[in-house]
């Protein structure tokens, strides 16, 4: 071969292998299917994600495998929710080695006091505030999940059950991929304007659906205590017989409580979570003779159907609720 096409033809293979290189997917780890879903529509194409805590999976009592280690070791951002909810971060951020950016979802977010949510619960008030005291967390390391095991902090780390909070992990993203990867940030931006547009449409649409439930039927119960900014955004009241982990156990008298407040209030429907025992939900059933009214999702999104998307977990909690308590 002529010494001149040899050199053109390896001229074209660098050149093919940098163009190759370039185009490579943005590799994201995100912490669990929520926020999976949320980078896959933010980053599009220009994303691989993979999810640590999968569909229908409880990030409560997770325990990262060795095979998750690397996955994060890998990675080119990890991105998380922050707020105490994934207590086994910390551990395994430096059993990876991962030394990129952690990119806490929630950021910017005013969080609700669990605390504060709890004597809301025990006094029979109406919702849930917020408390401004409780600021979002900053990039890189500082994610302040440094409890070990599975506790929470004082602040409910469920804020995607706000869809307004939604737009604001929306745009964390959105700014954490285009620092990761500014050659694409016009369609990061681009499918992130979408999203939001999406999210405002549908926030909208379930304010309206939920105001038309008689009032005194706006009572969620479900078995995990994890709808606390639903129910502030939404205008219900929200009792379950545990906290904001799914491994508690309520005592008796929390449980004698509960029935109580079932009683008194002519609550019409119990909620199942879909990752969570449905024992606790079917005592309180048998004990009050209030019927279970459906399945909701609130940690973690469906294995398939339509409330395997968050926008489409929405959709499909509302369909349940309005079903079950609208009349």
């Known amino acids: 071969m002529p010494k001149s096409l040899t050199l053109l033809l390896s001229a074209a293979a660098l050149t093919l292998s940098s163009t190759a290189r370039a185009e490579a997917p943005l590799e994201v780890v995100a912490s669990f299917s929520i926020l999976g879903d949320m980078v896959e529509n933010v980053g599009g194409e220009h994303v691989d994600v993979t999810t640590l805590v999968g569909p229908d999976g409880d990030a409560h009592v997770f325990s990262p495998s060795p095979i998750d ?38 950021r910017g977010i005013d969080a609700l006091s669990f605390d504060e949510e709890r004597t809301a619960h025990d ?38 059950q706000d869809l307004q909070n939604g737009k604001q992990y929306v745009k964390n993203i959105r700014d954490a991929l285009i620092e990761a990867d500014p050659a694409h940030a016009d369609d990061y931006r681009d499918n992130a304007a979408q999203y939001l547009d999406a999210i405002d449409s549908l926030d909208g649409e379930i ?41 508690a156990q309520p005592s008796a008298a929390d449980m004698a409580k509960l029935i109580r407040q079932i009683q008194k209030r002519d609550v019409k429907a119990l909620f199942l979570e879909n990752m969570t025992n449905p024992a606790l939900l079917e005592q309180l059933s048998n004990e009050t003779g209030v019927a279970i009214g459906g399945t909701l999702y609130a940690g973690a999104l469906a294995s398939e159907g339509e409330a395997s998307t968050y926008l489409g977990m929405f959709k499909h909690n509302v369909d349940e609720l309005t079903q079950a308590l609208d009349n």
Do not use: C, M
């Open 207 to 247: 304010h309206q659906r939920i105001s038309e439930i008689p009032k005194a039927n706006r009572v969620l119960i479900t078995n995990h205590d994890a709808f606390g900014y639903f129910a502030n955004a939404y205008g219900l009241d929200v009792l379950s017989p545990v906290g904001l982990s799914t491994a």
């Open 123 to 160: 006094h029979e008030g109406h919702g849930h505030r917020h408390d401004d005291s409780h600021a979002g967390h900053d990039h890189d390391h500082s994610h302040g999940d440094s409890h070990a095991g599975h506790d929470h902090g004082p602040e409910d780390p469920h804020a995607w």
């Open 69 to 106: 280690a690397r996955a994060v070791g890998a990675a080119d951002l990890f991105i998380v929710n922050g707020l105490h909810f994934e207590g086994w971060l910390d551990r395994l951020v430096e059993a990876s080695g991962y030394a990129g950016p952690v990119v806490v979802a929630s």
